[in-house]
């Protein structure tokens, strides 16, 4: 299926794909300013509140994928919600959630996407619990999730300031910034096909290593495996070859947040991104978390960007608050019993570079989006110790280890390491979070 396709028929009126079309904006932002309450119990720490509604993609064992929205410990099963007539038209919506990806669903644009998601932020508020109530509802500690989206193109930034400069530290004590740094979202393109799942095992990757004060690579598994802490865009809207996405319609092609640990090799990749940057240091692995946040739910958590100096040029200025208030974490254990150790506690809101400003500088010279591209924000890190988002720089680069819970100390990550990372904005009583995205360290192969 070609998930870069023109779907302007879809989109050009979505709402007659309802049977009703009692849908009024003015009023339903009224009702958002309110508490909102359910009959289905939420525990008042869960990640997924009735403002949040994250959209993912699951099975309960039988292998038969279909898109849910994630509430409290349940799932919304949007097939049989669709199949139970929540939101008209049954068999066109039936088809489109019992698919093994959110891409065509996706597709079919924000302004019905978000009416689907309030279809059902309604059927959770309703003063009593709906007859269909069970039917619909499964149970999502149990349930197996699934890669959400179809991803056609990745694409990796670096745009924490802080990052760039621990990193760069480390090589060019003088000058840690290269010239392009403040003037760019410096990215690369990255390997899709190896973008997994949270939960599937990290196998420790092969590649060429230069040993400390050798002229001669080996070949090696890498002995610097470290994590990369991350938040993702997913594209919501194709755009057209050759028309470049300015920065005030950014949030028309962003459809969501995901969290995102960007697996890196550091050794393999200190040797090889000498001209053309990283390659099989990176590409061996990915993980992302498996529920999409739509852009709508983390509105309220919105802040103003880092000042930026020197001002970026015309095509990547904004206006207003285009960052978000976004408290990550990272955690690590060493074997399925111990204690995790909480090794860093950052934000996005550090990011020196938007979304906004990331997705502008990408297209600019015409290149197009497609529905399922996922963009990440390259390690996000704040200004202390505490809040960096890798191993690299929280051990110095090897130098200064980290001790652990269990007493154990690490530099970079041993085989049967676990890494978790933790995502949530939380503002007057109002939680939105993205659950967790983690992976565990496998031994290499035998070569």
Same mark, same amino acid.
């Given at each position: ?221 890498? *002995? ?41 090799? *550091? ?162 009583? !109002?939680? !939105? ?15």
């Amino acid at each position: 299926m070609d998930f870069c396709q023109n779907r302007a028929e879809w989109q050009r009126n979505p709402q007659k794909l309802f049977s009703s079309g009692r849908f009024n904006r003015r009023s339903d932002k009224k009702k958002q300013m309110h508490i909102l309450t359910s009959w289905l119990p939420i525990p008042a720490d869960s990640d997924f509140s009735l403002y949040n509604l994250p959209y993912g993609v699951f099975h309960t064992g039988d292998g038969r994928a279909r898109a849910g929205i994630a509430i409290g410990d349940h799932i919304v099963d949007l097939a049989a919600a669709a199949g139970s007539g929540l939101f008209g038209k049954r068999r066109f919506f039936k088809k489109i959630f019992e698919q093994n990806t959110l891409n065509d669903f996706i597709a079919l644009g924000k302004p019905l996407t978000g009416r689907v998601r309030k279809k059902v932020q309604d059927w959770l508020t309703r003063s009593s619990a709906p007859a269909n109530a069970e039917s619909l509802l499964v149970n999502r500690l149990t349930a197996q999730m699934l890669l959400p989206v179809h991803i056609g193109n990745y694409t990796d930034f670096y745009s924490s300031i802080e990052h760039a400069t621990n990193v760069g530290k480390m090589f060019r004590p003088d000058n840690p910034l290269l010239p392009n740094w403040r003037w760019i979202p410096v990215g690369y393109h990255g390997r899709a096909s190896s973008i997994v799942a949270s939960g599937t095992p990290v196998r420790r990757p092969w590649g060429q290593i230069l040993p400390p004060g050798q002229e001669t690579p080996v070949f090696a598994p890498s *002995r610097q495996l470290d994590f990369e802490l991350e938040m993702a865009f997913v594209i919501g809207k194709n755009s057209v070859l050759g028309e470049p996405v300015p920065t005030e319609k950014a949030d028309e092609y962003i459809f969501g947040l995901v969290l995102f640990n960007d697996w890196s090799a *550091r050794d393999i990749q200190r040797w090889e991104y000498v001209p053309l940057g990283p390659f099989l240091g990176k590409n061996f692995a990915s993980s992302v978390s498996p529920w999409i946040v739509p852009l709508e739910a983390l509105r309220p958590f919105r802040v103003k960007s880092p000042k930026q100096n020197p001002a970026p040029l015309p095509y990547l200025q904004t206006r207003g608050a285009q960052n978000y208030d976004i408290a990550l974490e990272v955690a690590l254990s060493t074997g399925e019993k111990t204690k995790q150790t909480i090794v860093s506690r950052s934000n996005t809101k550090y990011l020196y570079w938007s979304m906004a400003q990331q997705l502008a500088h990408h297209t600019i010279n015409g290149c197009n989006v497609c529905v399922g591209d996922l963009m990440a924000s390259g390690t996000i890190s704040g200004p202390e110790a505490g809040t960096y988002g890798s191993m690299l720089e929280l051990s110095r680069g090897g130098k200064e280890p980290l001790t652990l819970n269990d007493g154990s100390s690490r530099s970079f990550l041993e085989n049967g390491d676990r890494v978790i990372m933790r995502a949530r904005a939380e503002k007057n009583g !109002v939680r !939105v979070g993205f659950g967790e995205v983690d992976g565990v360290i496998l031994p290499e192969q035998v070569r």
